[in-house]
């Protein structure tokens, strides 16, 4: 037996011995360096990256939104063999397809509204009158606009609470509110930012987040507020989301689908009709024989590839607020008044600034008439023909088409189509959540999949 | 001790020791006696092909008297008494044979043995799914071995090869055509939502790496370590394959384990093999039938020359101006391979030394590019070196040392899902991205060098009788580095850009096992302890440089824009176990077993995991109730539990560093974080039989079960509107997965002159949703869903089945649920098929993505004990496929079968169509799940034919000479309408989502063989 003991029992003794020391905490530690632990961010020398991540989670966001909506509002046609691009420019668009975009703005929205919460507890950070925070509160109110202007409905459920509500005092509980909701939570934050941003002399900041506030009032239907802010912005103002050819993430993705690829084209398109010239919507012909571009056609085949020359390469910015647009507010604002000279004085100085000749309209004010490919008519001079034609032209492809679309009831939603017949009555509509005459991207499937306040609202196409 | 028995330490020893040495011990400790005895002496045979069993064990029970065959087969037993004694001799995976042999003093007995490779052997050793070596008698769960003698037959080139058609309740899918591209291994289909589903692989006791290495995004194909292993040094496969079976393998072995032991050294003189294989791929006819489809889709025939049926040209597939001179994008392939190994020993060491060079040709003609230099032709140069070293420093101790390494340099062209893919643009015709100058997309250079190194020790020490210590050491080095190049000047990307990706995956093992054979009570009790201790290393970087400023050979700097990212990362996990099996009358087993975990991934609050198990074997045929004659008869039963350990950062709530404004350091958020996170546990529940019967010429197995997945990790989607968006994983789901499979075996004949053998067998492994939790579905791949149960709806119930091939939930009974396989292709499918009418789509989900059923066919016959002509057919069906291929091409007009709908559209009858056929083929309304269809196919995957040259016919230094002479993947039978059913446009990529997208289909190939062994 003695034998046996030493025998087996010895050896097996050494192994549960190391089993028992090998299971200390050690032993199983992951390693895996590159990632960092939540609570790390919580120091004042963290703060510029923390913000820095603001403007990348908004840049690496954006891009996409205004690549897809250009499809949805036939800004550009889809012209390639991505599926969903295939489903888009049909006017297909359900909540599974909004998941993406869904994600996108909320986590820039919630990046930046939850950053100023903690930026406001880190210990040795001042807070009060510093750039970063003003930045920080730019990117909250921006990244509302950009939810109100694109989404049938808006749901917030993080960060504020009843123990650190809003700045508007807003406590988010995770219900379906009215797309108004972003616009309105983006005013307090928008102030915030010119607050911050004067005290610390970020002038290109105040300019923003002045643009920013004109562009929610627009939202909101506030028109007095939308040129008391918009009147403070110069037209030559220009502050974008940020791209660059220094990392993949920083790249834009408008101009990997269009020079990387051939996914969409302004063939047909009011950009590739009208718009042929204009410095405001530039593109390449790539069935020229010396374009240079890799194939003549987009990659669905047949689509004549009219490559967008924008956003030309990897690093080039996408505007989010421009003085431009602001005088096409304020001639927004004059054609709802009747005053038609006004509105013209106010459009032609936005041509201007691009060295564009003055235009003078047929001397009506009209109302939206509409057209093929694009939806603006393409020479209509009455006043609203022209302003939706010069504010489709100066924002092209800066992902705002969609919200004017809606908000002015454009008779292109009730049908279109550049290429391909349109398989719906109304493109891009809200479906359920917004009534027959209510278009935008839907509440994400993901979000009625986790959200039991809003598990009834998606649906799908 | 019974005439059958021979100790398990006797065993070991006997694998160990020469032949000389231990005649010399066995004559000393005999000496007495000598004048009393005499010499056994012969040579153990394959019976099928006359090849010598090195290494076979031949014993006198009774005598406990016990020798190896030498590494050509012929033994002696010295020493033996005179009179009649019965000799056996054993072997694993053959049939024991007996011969009984009259010994005179001083005199010699040759008594020559054949034996047949048995797919049950009762007797038979297994060493994987238990604790130490146990005989398959008292293994209470299945277990496939795979000899080399099986497989030998054909000159075949890769484990993958070995393994298709002839592992019960396993899958290899080959995915696609390119030439070193990985296969895809599952056992028993899916039972992990978000995790591998592919089994863990130990080669000689070491734990290798089982998955595909980088993937390619531009060839969409992935390298598999799996194939750097030289097929001719494997002597055996072990494979278990459900919870069941591999408990003791613990966390991460719910997808089964796969064992493969190489050839060892056996006692004698050395003894050489040397093997010349040639052979040839290529691809026949591509896509729809030729009568619609002349140009196979314009890869078969680029330089489109006429057709009685297309005169003036295929205005589908017009003429390439870049297309090769052959007029062809294909070619043959041609491939060659030299094969070199010796086995010998002497007194207390022996050896196994193998050496391989090859080369594969592809079957894509690369051509010339624009400045008349020939491209990099599509294939892979490989070699490896193994050499397996053992020796016994002491009586009661062995140890072995098995070493090999691998290199292989593999050349791919763009392939599948890529813009740049070659097949893509080709089927295109001229809706493509080239201007149909496909040739251009082959200036892009795409290459892998894989390195390998897996070395290992074993030591065994067995200091008594019935008790036996193992401890297995090792490392599984590999390195892959993977190249991509778009050349300056390059028609896509006309700066050029290039990629590098480097990765190093290193695995240590530490395996120690021991256990005791005693008698307790009447009863055999086998009691074993161990522990493993395993550590997961990557390391890596992968570099970006674009905008080249030049023509020239580039390195990554040679881009103005550069950029890198760095993998780093280290799991380690471990475990103990203890495992009791008790024996009464050798012929009923009961084991008991228990697994105790740790892993990296665990969250901080989970701690260890443990996983019983319980299994029992009973040899009813040993029962005196038993009816005599009818053979053997195994019951068994096995309950167990392994798991699946969640991701590494799964657990942690973290940030992950990101640029943005202009390169400037920011952060985002990366991963929420569980700290109660622990494995996903799969119990699985087997029953069954196995044996042997008409004088052991049908053998039969038979196994049904059902396996669960509790605490299935589910990534879990957070709510969008929290802001830390993505998802985190969960243990929250369950997954079920139940099959049957069965095996037969029959010799048909078995005669000196012909020996003829049929197989047959069949597996299902049908795994659905039981529950995902709070979620409904998640989306695994494009249209690829794991769904939650829904309620039957008379919607659902209702839906239209466009082509008579069903879909889930049909005819449901309002109310009840309705499972999902995991996972299911859900798509759009036309519901008014038969109107004159635009279509009308619902999304349907139609079935599972991969097989639910396999089977095979083989037979086996050899004439003479000289020419042997082996076959091996597959099947396997019950899934879905999409064909990316033909919906792509539909939309563009160019798919052969929609000729009649593009021409009636194109003469303005399109409102003459029905709906089905707009579905189909009318490219503003087509879609996906069109074009999404039963997969089934029958595959004859080989057919050899082997050929023993008489001994006269060959110089007297040549021991053998074989002649072997392998077609594979020959005939593919399905109604598929795309181009392969078992393509992927992702390689081996280890997901659960599949698709065919424009990626080369399997080619098949042949090799002539010549093999000398001397």
């Known amino acids: 037996m003695n034998t046996i003991k030493t025998r087996f029992l010895v050896p097996c003794a050494l192994v549960a011995a190391f089993a028992v020391t090998g299971c200390d905490e050690g032993l199983f530690d992951v390693k895996n360096p590159g990632r960092i632990l939540d609570d790390d961010l919580n120091t004042a020398a963290g703060v510029a990256s923390l913000v820095t991540g603001m403007s990348s989670d908004f840049s690496a966001s954006y891009d996409n939104l205004a690549f897809t909506t250009a499809i949805l509002s036939d800004e550009i046609v889809g012209s390639g063999s991505y599926f969903s691009t295939g489903r888009y420019r049909r006017g297909l668009f359900d909540s599974e397809d909004s998941n993406g975009f869904w994600a996108g703005v909320q986590r820039a929205r919630w990046v930046a509204e939850a950053g100023i919460l903690r930026m406001k507890e880190i210990e040795g950070y001042q807070f009060d009158g510093n750039v970063q925070t003003a930045r920080a509160y730019l990117f909250a109110g921006l990244a509302n606009r950009w939810f109100g202007e694109n989404f049938c409905k808006t749901v917030f459920s993080a960060p504020y609470s009843e123990e650190t509500p809003g700045p508007g005092g807003e406590v988010d509980t995770g219900q379906e509110m009215a797309r108004e909701a972003a616009f309105e939570r983006a005013i307090p934050l928008l102030q915030a930012a010119i607050q911050h941003g004067g005290a610390a002399g970020a002038s290109d900041i105040v300019n923003a987040a002045t643009g920013g506030l004109a562009q929610v009032y627009v939202g909101l239907g506030d028109a007095s507020s939308a040129v008391a802010n918009s009147s403070k912005v110069p037209t030559d103002f220009v502050y974008a989301a940020a791209y660059s050819s220094n990392s993949g993430r920083e790249e834009s993705i408008i101009w990997n689908e269009t020079h990387g690829r051939h996914e969409i084209s302004a063939w047909m398109t009011l950009a590739g009709t009208y718009g042929a010239g204009d410095p405001r919507t530039p593109w390449t012909d790539c069935s020229d024989a010396g374009s240079n571009c890799p194939s003549a056609n987009g990659a669905d085949g047949e689509t004549i590839h009219y490559r967008q020359e924008k956003y030309p390469t990897r690093d080039d910015d996408i505007p989010i607020v421009k003085g431009t647009e602001m005088r096409l507010i304020e001639a927004e604002v004059a054609l709802n008044n009747g005053d038609l000279a006004g509105a013209m004085a106010k459009i032609n100085e936005a041509r201007a600034h691009y060295g564009l000749d003055a235009l003078e309209s047929d001397g009506t004010i009209g109302s939206l008439t509409g057209g093929e490919g694009g939806g603006a008519h393409p020479t209509s001079m009455s006043g609203w023909d022209i302003l939706d034609r010069e504010r489709h032209l100066t924002l092209w492809l800066e992902g705002r088409r969609l919200w004017d679309l809606q908000r002015w009831d454009h008779p292109h939603l009730d049908g279109g189509g550049v290429v391909y017949e349109a398989t719906v009555d109304r493109r891009v509509t809200c479906d359920i959540l917004g009534g027959p005459r209510h278009i935008g991207m839907p509440i994400a499937l993901d979000e009625c999949q986790v959200n039991e306040q809003v598990a009834d609202r998606c649906f799908s196409k | ?1014």
């Open chain 2, 1 to 1014: 001790m019974s005439a059958t028995r021979v100790s398990s330490r006797a065993v070991v020893r006997t694998c160990i020791r020469p032949l000389v040495a231990a005649a010399v011990v066995l004559a000393a400790v005999q000496t007495p006696a000598h004048a009393q005895t005499g010499n056994v002496t012969g040579v153990v045979r394959n019976a099928t092909n006359g090849q010598p069993i090195a290494g076979a064990q031949v014993s006198i029970p009774e005598l406990n008297l016990g020798i190896q065959a030498n590494n050509v087969g012929r033994f002696l037993l010295p020493n033996v008494p005179a009179g009649t004694h019965t000799v056996q001799v054993r072997f694993i995976g053959y049939g024991t044979v007996t011969a009984e042999v009259e010994v005179a003093a001083d005199g010699a007995v040759v008594q020559d043995f054949e034996m047949r490779s048995e797919a049950i052997s009762l007797e038979g050793l297994v060493v994987t799914g238990t604790a130490g070596a146990a005989r398959r008698r008292e293994i209470g769960n299945s277990v496939t071995q795979i000899n080399s003698d099986v497989f030998e037959s054909a000159p075949v080139t890769s484990v993958a090869d070995i393994m298709q058609g002839r592992t019960l309740g396993g899958t290899v899918l080959t995915n696609g055509g390119q030439v070193g591209a990985g296969s895809t291994f599952k056992l028993r289909g899916n039972n992990s939502v978000s995790f591998s589903n592919v089994p863990l692989v130990y080669l000689d006791g070491v734990r290798v790496r089982e998955r595909g290495l980088i993937h390619s995004d531009e060839a969409n194909q992935q390298t598999n370590p799996f194939d750097d292993i030289n097929p001719a040094d494997i002597e055996r496969i072990e494979v278990i394959k459900g919870a069941a079976a591999t408990t003791l393998y613990g966390t991460e072995a719910a997808g089964g384990v796969i064992q493969i032991f190489t050839k060892r050294g056996v006692a004698g003189a050395p003894a050489w093999s040397m093997t010349i294989d040639q052979g040839i791929n290529n691809l026949g006819h591509i896509g729809p039938s030729p009568d619609v489809n002349p140009t196979g889709l314009g890869l078969n025939n680029c330089n489109f020359t006429g057709d009685s049926n297309f005169s003036g040209g295929d205005s589908q597939f017009p003429a390439d101006p870049s297309c090769p001179a052959s007029g062809s994008w294909l070619k043959t392939g041609r491939m060659q391979s030299y094969n070199l190994s010796v086995r010998g020993g002497a007194e207390r060491m022996n050896y196994f030394v193998s050496a391989k060079w090859g080369t594969e040709g592809g079957v894509f003609d690369t051509g010339f590019d624009s400045d008349g230099f020939k491209r990099p032709d599509q294939g892979q140069e490989s070699w490896n070196l193994r050499g397996n070293f053992a020796f016994s420093p002491a009586e009661d101790l062995d140890v072995r040392f098995n070493t090999f390494y691998a290199h292989r340099d593999v050349t791919w062209v763009p392939d599948g899902n890529n813009a740049e893919g070659l097949l893509l643009n080709v089927f295109r015709g001229g809706r493509d991205y080239t201007n149909d100058e496909d040739g251009k997309l082959l200036d892009m250079d795409i290459t892998n060098i894989n390195d390998r190194f897996t070395s290992g020790m074993n030591l065994i020490w067995t200091p008594m009788e019935g008790m036996q210590h193992r401890l297995n050491a090792g490392i599984d080095w590999t390195r892959n580095e993977y190249f991509e190049e778009r050349p300056w000047g390059y028609f896509y990307v006309q700066l050029g850009n290039r990629e590098t990706d480097e990765r190093t995956y290193r695995k240590l093992t530490l395996d120690y096992a021991g256990s005791w054979t005693s008698e307790v009570l009447g009863l055999t009790s086998r009691f074993s302890l161990g522990g493993q201790l395993y550590n997961d290393f990557i390391t890596g970087t992968n570099g970006f440089g674009d905008d080249f400023a030049g023509p020239g050979e580039k390195v990554l700097q040679s881009g103005a824009i550069t950029e890198a990212f760095e993998v780093n990362s280290t799991v380690t996990s471990g475990g103990f176990f203890f495992e009791e099996v008790l024996g009464a009358a050798d012929r009923f087993f009961l084991t008991l077993g228990l697994r105790v975990d740790g892993h990296s991934a665990f969250g901080k609050d989970f701690g260890l995991q443990s996983y019983p198990k319980a299994s029992f074997s009973y040899v009813v045929s040993d029962e005196s109730f038993f009816p005599e004659g009818f053979g053997l008869l195994k019951l068994r039963g096995a309950f167990g539990s392994s798991g699946k350990a969640p991701g590494l950062f799964d657990a942690a709530r973290t940030w992950a560093s990101v640029a943005g404004d202009n390169g400037k350091p920011g952060v985002t958020p990366d991963n929420l974080g569980n700290p109660t996170l622990g494995p996903e546990r799969s119990t699985e529940y087997e029953a069954g039989f196995e044996g042997s019967t008409l004088n052991d010429r049908v053998a039969f197995e038979y196994q049904y079960f059902y396996q669960k997945t509790s605490d299935a990790l589910i990534p879990v989607t957070q709510i969008p509107s929290g802001g830390f968006v993505g998802r985190q994983f969960e243990n929250v789901g369950l997954v079920s997965n139940r099959g049957h499979e069965a095996f037969v075996n029959v010799n048909l004949l078995s005669s000196d002159a012909l020996i003829w053998d049929v197989g047959a067998g069949l597996a299902t492994a049908n795994s659905r949703v039981e529950d995902l939790g709070v979620l409904d579905n998640i989306p695994v791949g494009w249209r690829n869903y794991v769904y939650a149960p829904v309620e039957c709806t008379a919607e659902l119930s209702n839906g239209v089945d466009f082509d008579g091939n069903g879909f889930i939930g049909q005819g449901c009974q309002v109310g009840e649920l309705v499972h999902f396989p995991l996972p299911a292709f859900c798509h759009d499918r036309v519901q008014n098929p038969d109107e004159v009418a635009a279509p009308r789509y619902a999304t349907q989900c139609l079935g599972s993505t991969t097989p639910t059923h396999t089977y095979s066919v083989n037979t086996t016959m050899t004439l003479g004990q000289r020419l042997t002509l082996d076959v091996v057919g597959e099947g396997m069906g019950g899934h879905w496929l999409s064909s990316g291929t033909a919906y792509q091409n539909a939309r563009r007009s160019v798919w052969p079968t929609c000729r009649d709908v593009n021409q009636a559209i194109s003469d303005g009858r399109r409102d003459q169509l029905t709906a089905g056929e707009r579905a189909l083929c009318d490219p503003s309304v087509t879609r996906y799940g069109m074009w999404t269809q039963p997969a089934d196919f029958f595959k004859l995957r080989s057919v050899s034919l082997s050929y023993r040259l008489p001994q006269e016919w060959i110089p007297g230094r040549f021991r053998s000479a074989t002649l072997r002479l392998q077609g594979r993947n020959l005939l593919t039978f399905t109604d598929y309408e795309g181009v392969d059913p078992e393509a992927f446009e992702d390689g081996s990529a280890d997901v659960l989502f599949r698709q065919e997208y424009y990626n080369l289909p399997p080619f098949r190939s042949f090799v002539l063989s010549a093999r000398v062994d001397f």
